[in-house]
């Protein structure tokens, strides 16, 4: 209200007060008046003025360490949700004032540097007091009660009920849910009468395209927020044009609100209040009734911004915006993380070769992930493998997207990243091959990493002088990460890329589950074939027939974060069915059989081939183990889980169904009672379980893998020699470890190797889990990046403590 002359402004401010009379925030609401002279001092939570009915209040709070904000908020709220703020860019230091001077100005200073931070400006002399209203509004008014300045017309991101917006007029939303500086979304009643969201060119306030419009073509003249919680864009007359949120809530026993959300999202929020005693204040917490665009991740989508979420990221939809780094990525902030995320590792160089380094990168593949119209280059007709090698032989190249028979590169940074549910648009994350072992952060140890630090200073001696400059940041960065992961965006509910099949389609697929893979305790896995619209796959369709859980959310949780993950050495799942009685997992097909098939068959495997398996496992494990969106411990690594791809590479398999099964059925262990198997003994224990029962069980199967042979064989030769991890430690010991490897010459010839794995096997299985590596360690051991230092005798733990 940018008015000239006192006699306007005065004839406005009656116009003003005409239109608001219905809902009466005059004379006999200001119950309390604050009158000249009066000031309020940021020292805690406490320094505020309430409204009659105390449920508004307004003053200071104080905002982590950084200061304290000049605020209203919900008062009786137990989470005190603020609706408006004077200072959010520009907090002030405890001490400082908020004063109505004997001249009726209004004015914020803060006590450090004496300053004005902020004023209650564009109104005239004659302000006598101010009043914090019980509608949430406070305001400067004259002798006659006739509001100068008010709350309600200089909003921050929140409307409340009586609350209108008038053309032009813009809500902005905050920068992060604790961080009250302007963000970078804006909510604008435009002059064509339209409402409006457009993300902005942050760091300032110029918009974008929008991502959401009411859309409508009389014009609306203003946003109204009614008493009984409509909300809606009227017309010059008055009449309705449009609703843009239409639930009928009832003010006596609801708090609302409706705000612009930090990420982008306009909700309309209800909060029971607590009157008598049919609320407790713990039921107390804001719900939302309608959000407004429904579906963020697709609505924005601009060639000049970065999407929903922030550069590299990609989005997910839930209740709003979900924001996760790719495989290979972590957050820049993990405090907040639409500033996106930057590659764990050194990216492709463009050096003088035609394809540099081309070979030291491999794919990690997402299902149904796009970034769309962001490519560099676009080539059709191509198949994934010509795509791949596009992808690879161009350093530009971040990511490539394929699908039937187009192929589109996209270089760094990415942008608009989101899961397209349905869409069949594969991504091909091109990834450094030995960088992931290389910047994972380890959840083990907060304290200092040797292993990174000895990996990366052993790599600072042997490479050039930029390399060196790289591997510093990367070590700073890695260094300087707090947390693992992002903060908590991670929610529940969510089915991510996972595809939704029916009962039929999958008796449909498996032709009525007739060829069975494989069975277990709690699972029967079949072949199936997927109709051709879900491109004619094979898969294996696992039927879980032993179910702790019936409760629908925990088994959506759980496939989720199965779901989530993608790793080479992991087996993927496509999809789930969740009808009546029926959990079945759909996962793809791995056409070489299980690691024990492969093992224990007719004919020794090559030892170069199984070295690579055991190093896939281990990456895949700790893939599971430090992946920070969702720990997974397996509880259930064996021979039999392991998968071979098409290229003989060892996919893990049964991840995450843990919390799904009854485990200590499948725990009674299927080998001779007492006899070591794949199980860890702290599950005969009551210890507790940690990742370290897969480290234990991963050094079973390590020696199952160099010697080639079951660790329970009852045909052995000799006694001592049918439990292999007892009889490996004696060979070990005594130095005889040539009789373990008897017919396999290719091991004799790297005994050394042999000997090292022997070793980091020992290590795995030690009764004592403290003993056991951590995965990282683990892997880097054999890497052969981190030494392996003598291993003690494993149950050296049992004898002395029990
Ligand atoms: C507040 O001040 C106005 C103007 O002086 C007066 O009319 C009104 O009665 C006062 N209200 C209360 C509750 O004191
Ligand atoms: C005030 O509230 C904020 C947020 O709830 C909190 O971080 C701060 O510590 C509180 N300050 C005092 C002095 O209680
Ligand atoms: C809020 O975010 C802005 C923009 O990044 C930053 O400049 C400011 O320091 C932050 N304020 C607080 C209190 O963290
Ligand atoms: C608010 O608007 C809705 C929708 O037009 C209407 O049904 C309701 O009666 C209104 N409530 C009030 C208190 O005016
Ligand atoms: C109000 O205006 C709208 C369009 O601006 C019109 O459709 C409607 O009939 C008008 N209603 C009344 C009661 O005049
Ligand atoms: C790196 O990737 C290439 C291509 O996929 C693969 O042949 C090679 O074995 C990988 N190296 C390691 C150590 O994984």
Known sequence: MLLGTMAFELAY?????????????????????????????????????????????????????????????????????????????????????????????????????????????????????????????????????????????????????????????????????????????????????????????????????????????????????NQSGSIYLTASNGSILTMVSDEIVSMQDFYQRATLDYDGVFRHYVCPKSTGSSVRSWNMAWSTLSSKPKDICMSIFQDKCVGACGFNSICTQDQGPICQCPYGYTDMDPADVWKGCKPNFVPQSCGEASSPEAHLFYFAEMQNTNWPVTEYNYFQPATEDWCRQACLADCFCAVANYRDGQCWLKGSPLFNGRIEPGSGIKALIKVRNESSTLISGDRDSKKKDNSTLILVGSLLLSSSGFLNILLLLITYLLVSRMYCGRAKVIQPYLVMNLKYFTYEELEEATNGFKEELGRGAFATVFKGVLRSSDNGKYVAVKRLDNMVKDNELEFKAEISSIGKTNHKNLVQLLGFCNEGQHRILVYEFMSNGSLAGFLFGESMPNWYKRRQIALGIARGLLYLHEDCSSQIIHCDIKPQNILLDDSIGARISDFGLAKLLKMDQTHTTTGIRGTKGYVAPEWFKNFPITLKVDVYSYGILLLGIVCCRRNFEQQAEDEDQMILADWAYDCYEQKKLHLLFKNDDEAMEDMKTMEKYVMIAIWCIQEDPSLRPTTKKLTLMLEGTVEVSIPPNPSSFTSSIM
């Open 13 to 225: 401010a009656f116009c003003f007060l005409l239109m608001q009379l219905p809902f009466s925030t005059i004379a006999q609401t200001d119950g309390k008046n604050i009158s000249l002279g009066s000031s309020l001092t940021a020292l805690d939570n406490k320094s505020f003025w309430a409204s009659p009915s105390g449920e508004f209040a307004f003053g200071f709070q104080e905002i982590g360490k950084y200061g304290f904000l000049l605020a209203i908020w919900f008062n009786k709220v137990p989470e005190r949700t603020i609706v408006w703020s004077a200072n959010g860019d520009n907090l002030v230091q405890k001490g400082s004032t908020v004063e109505l001077t004997s001249a009726g100005q209004f004015r914020l200073s803060d006590i450090t540097t004496g300053k004005q931070i902020w004023v209650a400006s564009s109104y005239g002399t004659g302000v006598v007091y101010a009043a914090m209203l019980d509608t949430g509004n406070f305001v400067l008014a004259n002798r006659n009660s006739i509001h100068l300045w008010a709350s309600f017309d200089q909003p921050t991101d929140t409307i409340l009920p009586t609350q209108t917006l008038s053309q032009n007029s813009r809500l902005f939303a905050r920068y992060t849910a604790s961080n009250y500086s302007r963000g970078r979304f804006q909510l604008t009643l435009e002059s064509d009468g339209n409402l409006r969201l457009y993300t902005t060119l942050f760091p300032l306030d110029s918009i974008n395209s929008p991502y959401w419009s009411t859309n409508i073509k009389d014009s609306g003249v203003e946003l109204m927020f």
